[in-house]
């Protein structure tokens, strides 16, 4: 398994070891110890699944206050763009986002730690994405964010993104500033 930086350092691509032969292959798709080993030292309590269309946007959103989410996020069928946007206010790179293509085909992850923004555009036929998260899901504490935010000026690789309402009628970063959680520096 190999832990790949980005562009926001706490945003971490994993590339898991996979093991082809004839019959197929073989891979772990999670192991506590190895994903401490790299730096993604959480307790995960909850997996989600979802299945969207070609052109989807689903995003963006995050979880706040005391029970904020960190995701592990891998697609176990088609293609996505994953992105990823720091809003902790006082970050060095608050408002900055990356993305990065996720396949079946290839299994690399996504950590996405709390206090990011995440959200995906489908880039196939369809896609199914699984995910972990740190924290239960808690309707009371998400928030999302316009995923055409001018300020943020994501490339999301689709036209005519098929979108649900409430992704719709989400407001722009700058609107949320109050309810964005604080950055805090890690000791090194």
Same mark, same amino acid.
Do not use: M, N
């Given at each position: 398994m190999r832990a790949v930086q980005t562009?926001?350092?706490d945003v971490i691509l994993v590339e898991p070891d996979v093991y082809r032969d004839d019959r197929g292959y073989f891979l772990e798709t999670y192991r506590e110890y190895k994903y401490h080993a790299i730096g993604i030292d959480l307790r995960f309590v909850q997996d989600n699944q979802s299945r969207s269309v070609r052109g989807t946007i689903r995003g963006l959103h995050l979880q706040? %206050?005391?029970?904020?989410q960190a995701k592990l996020v891998r697609v176990v069928e088609g293609e996505i763009w994953d992105v990823a946007v720091d809003v902790r206010r006082g970050s060095p790179t608050? %408002?900055?986002w990356v993305g990065n293509r996720l396949t079946a085909e290839s299994f690399?992850?996504?950590?996405i730690p709390g206090g990011f923004a995440h959200g995906f555009s489908v880039l196939s036929?369809?896609?199914?994405?699984?995910?972990?998260c740190t924290?239960?899901?808690d309707p009371s504490s998400e928030? %999302?964010?316009?995923?055409?935010?001018?300020?943020?000026a994501i490339t999301w690789l689709v036209d005519n993104p098929v979108l649900s309402e409430r992704d719709?009628?989400?407001p722009p970063l700058a609107l949320l500033d109050d309810r964005l959680p604080q950055y805090r520096a890690t000791a090194l």
């Open positions: 562009a926001l350092s706040l %206050g005391a029970r904020p608050f %408002g900055r690399t992850q996504c950590y036929p369809v896609a199914a994405i699984a995910y972990k924290e239960l899901y928030i %999302g964010i316009a995923w055409d935010d001018p300020a943020l719709r009628r989400h």
